[in-house]
């Protein structure tokens, strides 16, 4: 072979490889398994064949969903879903789960079609926003909405061929579906009267957006071991249920002799999970304002980091805080940030204002003089196109063009004057919509059910309608409760913490397999937080309203005085309550 090559060429070689002879060592890097760099080639293996792992994790540990994002991150699928809709067809394998990174789910079998699931930050739409996903609904959906328990719409019966034109009008539209399904951060709710609450401590709605914002324009907030719920609640009246989400911004006011500033803060809590029996809990910190949005990003850093990858039942934020306790939590958090954590005890601060229970429905003056905001009835958070676009056109006649959605499935029109309160009543009423309090038929909450979930048990909507019917012809409350219809245990429509919570399941018949529901009594959030107790099981549906109505008149003849019916039911233990109760079904 040095034949092959020059004089020079082979004087080169020579005196290299008599260099390296005496130097005895090759300028050899590498890396062991650990991560470790090393010079030593018995002791590493080199990064072609180091084991490949997800945030420390080995590929062949992680769970199906994580190595579905590992092939291909689900924000990665846009020629896919191109493809997909030139050829009319619905995602398959891995697909199925990457279009929720794009708000769309293939909702088969319950229904041959997709479900959108938009993002409607701090809940606020503007008329021409409903008017367009009035639009949607009408020329490529199922001809309705559905307002969800996160203060958002989703809508139904969208076929593969129009699911592209779907999100490009929405990005047209000024709204998007990013994020809004799968291991991500969902809607960013909002306490929907922000702006215009007269008891409100601050108006967090500025907030709320910016976490969305914030979330929509950085990649790494789609890397989530699981999903992810943040609420920032104003401290007025109506409920935005914050203290169900993992991690919740409460408005508070810290007076003179607390040892800081006095004014307005936030308090944080962390860990609501209610499908899994648990409200967030306040971890000690009191922060700015401007400081609420990095610690989010912050915590949720440490979440994406340390999450567990292998396991999805156990890969909440919950179990993470579980694992290493809240003093390690905040640690890490705290590590991630240019600034110190303030830390302040909880009673330090004034305490949290009273909800009012269905306060999101009626009449309600704000602090702007002569403009008030009206809640509207939305049965079950069910609206027909015709409903959207009247919505739309009624706000901005009688309104500013806004509306608000709420976690409790209804929507608020602001800023009406006093003298148009009658027109804008009327015009409702015209399109089947109200603003009359009914202290039961306004205090129902249903998710979607098996007519549009493959997961649901029992027909949620259409029986909490029934339902509603039932009790309002033949009982009649002094005060008001409210009712969740959930359709499996994933527990959409939060049905813990209802003063009556229903969850759907399969029932024996007489050998016949029926719909029906275990019954769960004196949930409640805010100043009336507590999970409901189990108290029956395997009803059918068929005896659900004759039992609601014999517990809710049981509660009217027992009670003592004007006893609520969460203070009448938690004065009772369990067991005394499956006692109580246990003649009802028969």
Known sequence: MNQNFSESQKQYLQGFFSGVDQRGF?????????????????????DNQAEEKVHGVLIEDLCKEEKIKHEQHGLDVWDTMLDNATREQF???????????HGLFYVSPAQESLMLRCRIPGCVLRSHQMAGLAEIAQDWGGGYAHVTTRGNLQIREIMPRDS???????????????????DNVRNITASPTSGFDPNEVADVLPLA??????????????????????????GGS??????????????????????????????????????????????????????????????LRVFIKNGDRTNRKKARLKYLVDAWGETKFLQETEKELAFELRRLPLDACEKRRAIVRHGYIGTYAQPQPGLNYVGVVVPVGHLTVEQMFALAELADRFGKGELRLTVWQNVIIPHVSDDKLPALIAALNEVGLSTEHHNITNGLVACTGNAGCKFAASATKAQAMELGAYLKERI?????????????????????????????????????????????????????????????????????PEVIESILRTYLSERDGDESFIQYTRRHNQEELKAKFSHVTV
């Open 238 to 299: 109506v409920s935005v249920c914050a203290d169900t989400n993992d991690i919740g911004f409460y408005a508070v006011r810290v007076g003179d002799g607390a040892g800081v500033e006095p004014g307005v803060y936030f308090r944080v809590q962390l860990c609501g999970i209610t499908g899994h029996k648990q409200f967030a809990k306040d971890c000690g910190l009191l922060l700015k304002a401007e400081e609420c949005v990095s610690v989010a990003a912050a915590m």
């Open 164 to 182: 592209v034109s779907v999100l490009m009008k929405l990005r047209d539209m000024g709204l998007t579906a990013q994020g809004s399904g799968a």
């Open 91 to 101: 995602p398959e394998g891995g697909d199925v789960f990457r279009y929720k990174f």
């Open 476 to 544: 009649e409350l002094d005060q008001p409760i409210n009712i969740h219809l959930t359709g499996c245990p994933n527990s959409c429509a939060q049905h813990y913490v209802g003063d009556i919570g229903l969850q759907g399941v399969k029932v024996k018949v007489d050998e016949e397999t029926v719909e029906g529901y275990h019954i769960v009594l004196g949930g409640g959030v805010d100043n009336e937080q507590g999970i409901a107790a189990e108290v029956l099981q395997s009803v059918p549906f068929m005896k659900v």
């Open 209 to 234: 957006k910016a976490m969305h914002h914030y979330i929509l324009n950085t990649r790494e907030m789609y890397d989530l071991p699981r999903k992810f719920n943040i609420s920032f609640d104003n």
């Open 26 to 46: 090759s300028p050899y890097v590498g890396q062991t398994p650990n991560g470790q760099l090393t010079h030593d080639a018995g002791q590493s293996v080199t």
